[in-house]
């Protein structure tokens, strides 16, 4: 057998690791997980029977449209389009057909910018057929965020939609790239975007520089196509696929890489936990997010579940109404969004009959929430899941037949085929039921960040340990809790948020001497963002309107923030640290959540 081989303490245990984010067991894993649950260390090996699968998403989706043929893959009813598996497959090999025709060879980066619609989704699976990396980019990202993703990655080709909501994507991307306008239809050339070299959007008007989708399409038609199956076994499974953007402390997002064989894996070990077999889900999640692109996509694909889109970004009213006209029996959503389902559903009061599953993850959510989903949209199961976007969605899970208790107050089971444990600030395995760090082990884990080895390797020991930075509880069971952050993030609604980006960015308002941000308690988000800033004298006092012009096509909505507070100078420690905790304690003890903006409260 080729590989390293480890042995563990004890005699009886041996693992080879030969990849970087895989391993498996040759000699009884779980008599060792026998001992140490005996020392009571909080490790677990939750290695199984079933076999990880070595595919990438082209062969797995050639493996569907043999299997679910006439079942519908994707109905997207704001558009009125449907696809079956098999005619899914026919349509997404012309995608990837037209990318190469386009001249993108494998390995080059296409990326995806938009809300949830058909083509967001045949472009990510016509990429992954065609060899190229699909990357993510979050729709509601203006100019300078959209330029940064651009450059990180040196992106050979986007695809969007002309507009959505107040977004129009043309001018976005002509305000960085002004060299469109005047560029021959997919050789852009651009002094600022020199790796840029198509534009596709999807419409049926004309637009300088840009193809339209229906053109990628013609591009990919008989006979290109037919070469695309013949691909597949030259794309290893081991290689990336997509990119998924993730924020980071310094203000810029880093580039999380994953596998074919991440997403395979953890598609079908998602589907296995929610017995997705003939389900159809209601998707109100983005795309774009791990939520979407593993979490649902792939479990969809591989268990040969439909995936239904009610609008093309989150609308509470057309989700309940999808579930109503197509049947759903599954409820993809944040804990935001399903207050918001809630609320929405007080109103209508629709019959959710066929509805009998919930998922939720990206934030924590409440035990009260968990009760309401059951109490409002009839659900008899609710599913959790836990992970990061750097291990491909899902680490913790629930499992069929939990009780109560696991639901309202873990987050689930540790994933199938994974190790993980708990460690304090020397690394050593705490004692179950102690608070620590949870570090993850296994196939799910990222190839690494693109063009950063750095983070990537702070991220991911030598020992192949990725580090999570999560403050967490495991049991002896196999479930674990939050219990808090190391990690300087706050999530609202579902989106990671690292205040350092808002902070330096708000610091460039002229009037704006110092700022400091913070999460703060909300009933629906979750979390809501506050400023506190200091102001140099004699300056008009920054309120929230302000604040929100000044942000204006510069940092994303959900970056800006509710709530502005003015101080005269920061809580700080003996050696100058900024004590973010007591901000957060001011906040709460003067109930500042009744105001949007105040003033001198510190």
């Not at 079942?71 to 696809?83: F, G, L, M, Q």
Request: hydrophobic share 35%.
């Amino acid at each position: 057998m080729i590989g390293t081989q480890l042995r563990y303490p004890k005699k009886d245990c041996y693992r080879f690791f030969l990849s970087p984010y895989r391993s498996f067991s040759v000699t009884n894993a779980r008599g060792y997980q026998r001992k140490l649950t005996k020392y009571n260390q909080s490790y677990i090996c939750n290695y199984t029977k079933n076999s990880l699968v070595y595919r990438n998403i082209g062969q797995e989706l050639e493996r569907a449209a043999a299997e679910y043929s006439s079942t519908e893959a994707i109905v997207s009813c704001h558009e009125a389009e449907r696809y079956t598996f098999k005619s899914l497959l026919d349509e997404v090999d012309r995608v990837a057909a037209g990318l190469l025709r386009l001249g993108l060879k494998k390995g080059d980066h296409v990326g995806l910018w938009g809300p949830n619609n058909v083509h967001w989704y045949l472009t990510l699976m016509g990429a992954s057929r065609a060899g190229l990396i699909s990357v993510g980019i979050n729709p509601a990202f203006q100019a300078p965020e959209l330029e940064y993703c651009l450059k990180k990655v040196n992106v050979k080709a986007l695809v969007s939609p002309l507009t959505h909501k107040s977004q129009n994507f043309y001018d976005i991307v002509h305000s960085i790239c002004p060299e469109l306008g005047s560029s021959e239809k997919g050789h852009i050339k651009s002094t600022n975007l020199p790796h840029l070299k198509s534009l596709i959007i999807d419409t049926d008007a004309p637009l300088n520089g840009a193809l339209t989708f229906n053109d990628l399409l013609e591009m990919g038609s008989h006979p290109s196509k037919e070469g695309i199956t013949k691909l597949q076994s030259y794309i290893t499974p081991d290689s990336p696929c997509n990119v998924q953007f993730t924020s980071g402390t310094t203000g810029q997002p880093k580039a999380a890489v994953l596998s074919h064989f991440n997403f395979v894996n953890n598609g079908i070990h998602i589907g296995n936990r929610n017995k997705l077999n003939g389900e159809r889900i209601c998707v109100q999640v983005p795309l774009f997010h791990a939520f979407g692109a593993v979490v649902t996509i792939m479990p969809a694909l591989s268990h040969g579940a439909t995936m239904v889109l009610p609008a093309a970004g989150f609308s509470p009213a057309d989700s309940l109404k999808s579930v109503v006209t197509e049947k759903c029996t599954i409820i993809h959503g944040t804990p935001t969004m399903h207050v918001d389902v809630i609320r929405k559903q007080k109103e209508m009061n629709l019959p959710l009959e066929t509805l009998h599953m919930a998922v939720t993850g990206g934030a924590t959510c409440s035990p009260q929430l968990f009760l309401d989903i059951q109490n409002y949209l009839g659900v008899k199961e609710i599913r959790t899941i836990y992970g990061l976007t750097e291990t491909s969605a899902s680490v913790f899970q629930s499992r069929p037949g939990d009780s109560m208790d696991q639901v309202l107050n873990t987050v689930g089971h540790v994933q199938d085929d994974i190790e993980v444990k708990v460690i304090d600030s020397e690394g050593n395995t705490v004692p179950f039921g102690q608070a620590g760090e949870l570090c993850v082990r296994g196939y799910l884990t990222m190839l690494g960040y693109h063009n950063d080895e750095q983070k990537t390797k702070e991220m991911i020991g030598a020992d192949k340990w990725l580090h999570t930075g999560d403050q967490f509880v495991l049991q002896p069971d196999g479930y674990g809790r939050i219990v808090g952050r190391f990690k300087e993030m706050l999530i609202r609604g579902g989106e990671n948020i690292f205040p350092r980006e808002i902070e330096d960015f708000l610091n460039t308002h002229e009037n704006i001497i110092e700022t400091h941000v913070i999460g703060v308690p909300d009933e629906r988000m979750g979390e809501e963002i506050c400023a506190f800033v200091r102001l140099h004298d004699d300056t008009q006092p920054m309120n929230r309107d302000v604040l929100k012009q000044f942000c204006k096509g510069k940092l994303s909505h959900f970056k800006v923030p509710r709530y502005v507070v003015s101080v005269q100078e920061f809580p700080k420690t003996t050696s100058g640290k900024i004590q973010k905790f007591k901000l957060l304690e001011h906040f709460k003890s003067n109930n500042l959540n009744q105001f949007t903006d105040c003033r001198n409260r510190v």
